[in-house]
Structure formats: C-alpha cells, structure tokens
Nanobody, 124 residues
Framework: VQLQAFGGGLVQAGGSLRLSCAAS????????MGWFRQAPGNEREFVAG????????GYVDSVEGRFTISRDNAKNTVYLEMNILKPEDTAVYYC??????????????????WGQGTLVTVSS
C-alpha cells in the first residue's frame, strides 16, 4: 500500500492543524493505521493509532485530549486532528499502515508501510 501524508505547516502555539494520509494500492480497511512523529535528534515516536474499522484508538500520553485520529474507509484516508498545539509538537509526522494482529499498534515494528512525512512546526 502507498501512503501520502499532507497537511503540515507552520502554526502558532495554541493553534490547530489537520493532517491527512491518503492510501492506495491495497484494501485500506485491511490495515490498522497510525501516526508517528520524529523531531530533530529524537527517535520516531508513536502518536496515535486506529483500528481497521475505526472503533478503537490509542494515543501517546502527551497528546491525549488534544489530538484525535480518525479514518474514512470509503475515502481510503486517515486523519489526525491536532488542537492546542505546543512547540514540543514540532516534528515530521508520518502515517503508517499495519497488517498484523495487533488491533491498535504502537510500535514501529508493528507497521508495514510508511508515508513520506509532513513537517509540522509550532512557533511559541
């Protein structure tokens, strides 16, 4: 499956952004989806994940209550709504697709396909 993420940009602290990730090539609903991010000098970290039909989600503690992951299987797209953004949210954000047995994967190794990343910069 091919993934393309977009929607990043520059935003002031406290603002909002919505990332989208469009999938093509395979049956989208066969994959759990996730968003990861990588800030300069840091390892890539899990941000949010969603099950194949969208009934279950998971978040890293630092974004719980501010970010919302959702998916539209009819449009082969997963979204990440980001609110109350903070400078520490600055990173390249990646979407990923996982075909394994874990309902909401959180580990890099549980994902099989990755998008190219979109940069989110939050100014203070």
């Amino acid at each position: 499956v091919q993934l393309q993420a977009f929607g990043g940009g520059l935003v002031q602290a406290g603002g909002s952004l919505r990332l989208s990730c469009a999938a093509s090539g395979r049956t989208f609903s066969n994959y759990a989806m996730g968003w990861f991010r990588q800030a300069p000098g840091n390892e890539r970290e899990f941000v949010a994940g969603i099950s194949r039909r969208g009934y279950m989600t998971g978040y890293v503690d630092s974004v719980e209550g501010r970010f919302t992951i959702s998916r539209d299987n009819a449009k082969n797209t997963v979204y990440l709504e980001m609110n109350i953004l903070k400078p520490e949210d600055t990173a390249v954000y990646y979407c990923a697709a996982g075909a394994g047995a874990v309902v909401v994967p959180r580990l890099n190794r549980e994902y099989d396909y990755w998008g190219q990343g979109t940069l989110v910069t939050v100014s203070s």
